[in-house]
């Protein structure tokens, strides 16, 4: 069978591997393909979180010389067994609902991920992260590329975005993704009351619907117009949801339970971007697992924990994945302040009813001189490319071919999570 480009994309890959000997990543697109109902949720903590107080080698006595009041102690820590070099682990204290699913194997965590020459700022780390580019922080970013993907006309609510800005990761050439940061609010802005708002929003449908043939500035408005208007009600089912489980009453917790109520009510969104932040811990990180690091943890496990089991509960859980990574790591060493700068390489996890759960990659070794580090042995070495774990979602999750969407091939060495 001759397979021509035109007929690739055409018909995908799901057609033309059948009744051929495909290699596996093409086997693993062709069955993401089948399932369109999957969808994938992004948390991304901002700030940088410290990667070393979350997942902890509490056997390295470098690790408690080198952080002498913001080490978790070792009899804390909610162990996770060892990872591939034989070295213990464990979860940060506050992370119980995360060791709950890792116990029940869907959780996965991706040691020491990231990238060469890590940048240290904010903004241009987050920014890479976005692009999945380190050589280019700006441009589009690697969601925004997949939603392009899609079939056109496309989905108004292809993607939901909880929090206030869009994203560099969401920035795309075709998608426009809605920032609904508070989905009760989310409704047609209208100064009258009544039936009269009800006639306007009606006449606003009837205008948008006009396709303005030979005008095409007008016909841009027109199709935007249309598409906020399509997603009011869908928007609305969402934020009416009534979850099986409470929800902590947290930002964090809340976007969550919209997401939810989203997945549950069949909104249709194939992305979601969750953010929460307060992780650029340069001062007062708390000692034995408490104070401000502490209460992030918290709010991160016990978010996802309500989240994780509500979908479960509804029965959806085999078609959710949750990704959470942060744009870098903090410094080994505590700082005069009871907290961290900024690092290089940090952790990645994965959750959901199909991840394969497990430890993947090896935990740095904290001794100075240990070819895990850098920068003087002041930051932890990347190990596992964060590319490499985008391919793995692409590929075998939403059923595309990541190598145009990632500009490269970073298959090899990605972490088996699916």
Aim: glycine letters at 14%.
């Amino acid at each position: 069978m001759r397979i021509s480009r035109r007929l690739f994309i055409r018909d995908g890959v799901a057609t033309v591997t059948l009744g051929l000997a495909a290699p596996a990543f093409l086997s693993a697109i062709a069955e993401a393909q089948g399932l369109p109902s999957r969808r994938l949720v992004v948390v991304y903590l901002g700030g940088g979180n410290d990667a070393l107080n979350t997942l902890i080698s509490y056997q390295d006595a470098n690790y408690y010389s080198r952080r002498p009041t913001i080490a978790i102690p070792a009899g804390q820590v909610l162990q996770v067994g060892a990872d591939a070099s034989g070295r213990p682990l464990g979860l940060h204290p506050r992370l119980g609902g995360l060791w709950n699913i890792f116990n029940e194997g869907r959780l996965a965590v991706v040691q020491r991920t990231g990238y060469a020459n890590s940048s240290r700022s904010h903004f241009e780390a987050s920014d890479i992260w976005g692009t999945a580019n380190p050589q280019s922080s700006t441009g589009s970013g690697w969601l925004g590329r997949y939603l392009d993907t899609l079939p056109r006309p496309a989905d108004a609510l292809a993607a939901w975005n909880t929090s206030g800005e869009t994203p560099r990761a969401l920035l795309s050439g075709q998608t426009g993704v809605p920032a609904i940061p508070n989905g009760s609010t989310y409704t047609y802005a209208s100064p009258n009351r009544g039936s009269a708002a009800l006639e306007e929003r009606s006449a606003a449908q009837i205008m948008s619907a006009n396709p303005a043939s030979g005008r095409p500035h007008l016909a841009f408005v027109n199709s935007t117009s249309r598409a906020a208007l399509e997603t009011l009600d869908r928007v609305a089912q969402a934020t009416s949801y009534t979850p099986t489980i409470a929800y902590p009453n947290t930002g964090f917790g809340l976007a969550l339970r919209t997401v939810a109520g989203a997945i549950v009510r069949g909104v249709g969104s194939r992305v979601y971007w969750v953010q929460t932040g307060g992780f650029d811990t340069h001062a007062q990180q708390g000692s034995a697992g408490g104070a401000a690091y502490g209460n992030l943890m918290g709010t991160l496990g016990d978010g996802l924990w309500a989240f994780y089991s509500d979908v479960r509960n509804q029965g959806l859980i085999n078609d959710t994945t949750v990704i959470v990574f942060s744009e870098f790591g903090r410094r080994i060493s505590e700082n005069g302040s009871g907290g961290t700068d900024h690092g290089a390489a940090g952790v990645m996890m994965a959750m959901g009813g199909m991840v394969r759960g497990g430890l993947h990659g090896t935990a740095a070794l904290l001794a100075p001189g240990s070819p895990t580090l850098e920068n003087n042995s002041g930051d932890v070495r990347y190990e596992t490319d964060f590319r490499s774990v985008y391919a793995r979602v692409l590929d075998q999750w939403l059923g595309v071919n990541s190598i145009p969407i990632l500009n490269g091939d970073f298959r090899a060495g990605a972490p088996a999570i699916f």
